[in-house]
């Protein structure tokens, strides 16, 4: 969304999608709807340049609300980021979580906006010094848990445009 001129235009077109296909269409925040990243990669820059700061506060307090993730019929779930550094975590303690404010450097809402897959199990730090790294059995352990099928995340960008990995549940 922060990557490039046009990245309120970006923006507000999601929105009128949402709008317009409101049970179709499903937005999930992600690490760069944070204020922190949209001061480095330029998003608080163009939003004043184009318009001014009480634009960009008002797009901060937007990106605030919008979920964390999403459940797709009852069996998919989508996130920008990936999974936690315990094994209990549940639908219900995500759906409390408070996302109507900045993320911290730690916590579930941290994990859910910066963690990564890796190949082996169990959980390794993160290579962007933030998050975690998680494995396949990870991945299954919460899928079971929570009585999900598939997880579908966006935090990376993958040759093709997407890539199956953790024994197809991810």
Known sequence: MDRGSFSIEIILTLFAFKVLYPNAFYLSRGNHETDNMN??????GEAKAKYSDKAFQFFS???????????????????HGGLFSRDDVTLDEIRKI????????????????WSDPCETNGRLPSKRGIGIQ??????????????LDLLIRSHEVRENGYAIEHNGKW
């Open 39 to 44: 001061k480095v990669y330029g998003f608080e």
């Open 61 to 79: 307090e937007i990106f605030n609300t919008i979920p964390l993730a999403n459940v797709i019929g009852g069996k998919i779930f989508v996130v």
């Open 98 to 113: 408070d996302r109507f404010r900045q993320p911290g450097s730690e916590g579930l809402m941290c994990e859910l906006l």
């Open 134 to 147: 998680f494995g396949p059995d990870v991945t299954e352990n919460f899928l079971k848990s929570n009585g």
